[in-house]
T-cell receptor
Framework: KNEVEQSPQNLTAQEGEFITINCSYS?????LHWLQQHPGGGIVSLFM???GKKKHGRLIATINIQEKHSSLHITASHPRDSAVYIC????????????FGGGTRVLVKP | KAGVTQTPRYLIKTRGQQVTLSCSPI?????VSWYQQTPGQGLQFLFE???????NKGNFPGRFSGRQFSNSRSEMNVSTLELGDSALYLC????????????????FGPGTRLLVL
C-alpha cells in the first residue's frame, strides 16, 4: 500500500463546478503539500499545511491530522485550472523528505 | 527574484553514458532537493542538499549522485545510464533545510527532460 493515496485519479468537470480532490496518508507527517503541475512539467506549490485550513483565491485546502486526510477544493472551476494536482507529505520518520501521491488529473471543460 | 533554473531543459543520451544536470536555486535559498518523475513511478525523491552537505537520500542506486556548491547551485549526475532513467528531473529550492524539522515551501524549477536511447 502506498503511503500517500489520492482520489480520484481523473476528474472532468464543467466550468463553474466545485471540485474536490482527496489525499490520505498512513504515516506520521510534519506537513502536507498540494502541488499543481501543468502540461510541460512545471510544478507550482499551492499550499503547505500542518493543521486546519488555508485559502488562496478559489482554492481551499484542509487537513485533518487525526484522520490522516486532506482535501483540495476548487470553487467556480475554470478551464485554466486543468492540470495535475499532486499531494505530497513530509515523512517524520524519513527526515521530512517528500513522498508523493499519484496525482489527480483534472480537466475543466468550458 | 528569478526562479529556480535548470539546465539543460532537454537531453538525449544513449545507454551506458553519463549525464550531469544543473540547478540554480532562488537567490538566498540554501536547500536544494532533486526529484525524478516518470509515468510509471510518479514523483520520487532523489536527494536533498543544504550548505553543501547531502542531508537526505531517496531509494535510488549509487549511479545517482549529486553535489552542492558554496553558492548553493547543485548538480546531479547519473552514470551508466539505463533506459529506465528516462524521466523528468526536477529540482526545488527552499529557504531553509526541510529535513531540519521545519517545513518550508519548495519552489520547483522547470525540469530537465532526459531521454535515454
Amino acid at each position: 500500500k502506498n503511503e500517500v493515496e489520492q482520489s480520484p485519479q481523473n476528474l472532468t468537470a464543467q466550468e463553474g463546478e466545485f471540485i474536490t480532490i482527496n489525499c490520505s496518508y498512513s504515516v506520521g507527517i510534519s506537513a502536507l503539500h498540494w502541488l499543481q503541475q501543468h502540461p510541460g512539467g512545471g510544478i507550482v506549490s499551492l499550499f503547505m499545511l500542518s493543521s486546519g485550513k488555508k485559502k488562496h483565491g478559489r482554492l481551499i485546502a484542509t487537513i485533518n491530522i487525526q484522520e490522516k486526510h486532506s482535501s483540495l477544493h476548487i470553487t467556480a472551476s475554470h478551464p485554466r485550472d486543468s492540470a495535475v494536482y499532486i499531494c505530497a507529505v513530509g515523512l517524520k520518520a524519513a527526515g521530512n523528505k517528500l513522498t508523493f501521491g499519484g496525482g489527480t488529473r483534472v480537466l475543466v471543460k468550458p | 527574484k528569478a526562479g529556480v533554473t535548470q539546465t539543460p531543459r532537454y537531453l538525449i543520451k544513449t545507454r551506458g553514458q553519463q549525464v550531469t544536470l544543473s540547478c540554480s536555486p532562488i537567490s538566498g535559498h540554501r536547500s536544494v532537493s532533486w526529484y525524478q518523475q516518470t509515468p510509471g513511478q510518479g514523483l520520487q525523491f532523489l536527494f536533498e542538499y543544504f550548505s553543501e552537505t547531502q542531508r537526505n537520500k531517496g531509494n535510488f542506486p549509487g549511479r545517482f549522485s549529486g553535489r552542492q556548491f558554496s553558492n548553493s547551485r547543485s548538480e546531479m549526475n547519473v552514470s551508466t545510464l539505463e533506459l529506465g532513467d528516462s524521466a523528468l528531473y526536477l529540482c526545488a529550492s527552499s529557504l531553509v533545510y526541510p529535513s531540519g524539522g521545519i517545513q518550508e515551501t519548495q519552489y520547483f524549477g522547470p525540469g530537465t527532460r532526459l531521454l535515454v536511447l
